[in-house]
């Protein structure tokens, strides 16, 4: 059973940080690409960022309004991906998912996706 299991979620005063970990069990990690996405309140889900199967030299891709705030990381050997978030703004919050994809491309959409966690709650106050 393929298993993809967000944490770090919280609370945090806007420009506060978080780090999101992302553990995948039962698929051979290495292979697939890995995307976060979010979806707040009301909202589509949308993009947040994604990294290629690669964890040294590989490419990462982000949504603009994330862009220099947040940074997508993978450990191949833990079978893990991280999003770390910095200068955390109310616009922020949202449930943040991971999702990993056989793919190299197409990696902003969510159907390029073959699995998801279940979701971690980020709540940034004003």
């Known amino acids: 059973q393929v298993q993809l299991v967000e944490s770090g979620g919280g609370v945090v005063q806007a420009g506060g940080s978080l780090r999101l970990s992302c553990a995948a069990s039962?698929?051979?990690?290495?292979?697939?690409?890995m995307g976060w996405f979010r979806q707040a309140p009301g909202k589509e889900r949308e993009f947040v960022g994604a990294?290629?199967?690669?964890?040294?030299?590989?490419?990462?891709y982000y949504r603009d309004s994330v862009k220099g705030r947040f940074t997508i990381s993978r450990d191949n050997a833990k079978n893990t991906v991280y999003l770390q978030m910095n200068s955390l703004k109310p616009e922020d919050t949202a449930v943040y998912y991971c999702?990993?994809?056989?793919?190299?491309?197409?990696?902003?959409?969510?159907?390029?996706?073959?699995?998801w966690g279940q979701g971690t709650q980020v709540t940034v106050s004003s």
């Open positions: 990294i290629s199967r690669r964890s040294r030299g590989g490419s990462t």
């Open positions: 999702a990993a994809s056989l793919l190299d491309y197409g990696l902003g959409s969510d159907h390029n996706y073959d699995y």
């Open positions: 039962g698929l051979t990690f290495s292979r697939y690409a």
